[in-house]
């Protein structure tokens, strides 16, 4: 497995994250998330923008919309779209999967590098009662609505740009729902099965 690329996605509240964290220490391999945003920012030329700023513009994709969607009012940037940040994203994934083994959480990963053999993708799940307790517990309150809130917005991203369904079982390798197991343990199961099926 030592060629072998990760991408996790998830849902709000399943524990995808932390998954990932545990998989990255465990394979002892780089775990990529958040910093591709600030990547590919920087290939556009963005840099007076906030991480919730840059987080909020890839996410600005609206309901059955054809259009390139404006950064809004982010002064110099009027003009620009979530298109090329998702475009330049990609490009940072592809860039960083080159340079050897990781895992990649969420960023449409998964698409980005779907042309690649050496690619393990893996969506995680859980049922509501298990996310809504992780959301009192984990994430500072947020209600099942919230989460869900937050996967629509997930799913229309990923939808839009990739013409695939976010969450459709036939888009990865494997579906793991965390509801009744331990996150270590399961880690453990996932990469003794891609040692299995990747060798």
């Known amino acids: 497995m030592e060629n072998t690329i990760i991408t996790i996605s998830r849902q709000y509240g399943a524990g995808g994250r932390e998954l990932a964290e545990i998989m990255a220490k465990k394979l002892d391999i780089k775990l990529y998330d958040r910093q591709i945003v600030h990547i590919a920012a920087a290939k556009l030329g963005i840099d007076d923008l906030s991480e919730e700023e ?8 609206k309901p ?16 620009s779209s979530s298109q090329e940040m998702f475009m330049s994203e990609s490009a940072a994934i592809r860039k960083l999967a080159e340079d050897g083994p990781c895992i990649f959480l969420g960023r449409s990963a998964d698409y980005a590098l779907r042309k690649k053999d050496n690619v393990f993708s893996i969506f995680v799940c859980a049922d509501d009662d298990f996310r809504e307790k992780r959301g009192q517990e ?14 629509e917005k997930r799913a ?18 494997l579906v793991v729902n965390t509801s009744s197991g331990n ?11 891609m040692r299995t099926i990747k060798g």
């Open 64 to 79: 059955l919309s054809m259009s390139f969607i404006p950064f809004h009012s982010f002064g110099t940037h009027m003009g």
């Open 138 to 151: 984990v994430y500072d309150g947020k209600s099942l609505k919230d989460l869900d809130k937050e996967d």
């Open 183 to 193: 996150l270590e343990k399961i880690a453990d199961g996932l990469i003794a099965y």
């Open 156 to 173: 229309r991203y990923y939808n839009y740009y990739t013409g695939r369904t976010w969450g459709a079982g036939e888009n990865y390798d």
């Open 54 to 61: 840059l987080l909020e513009m890839e996410n600005q994709v």
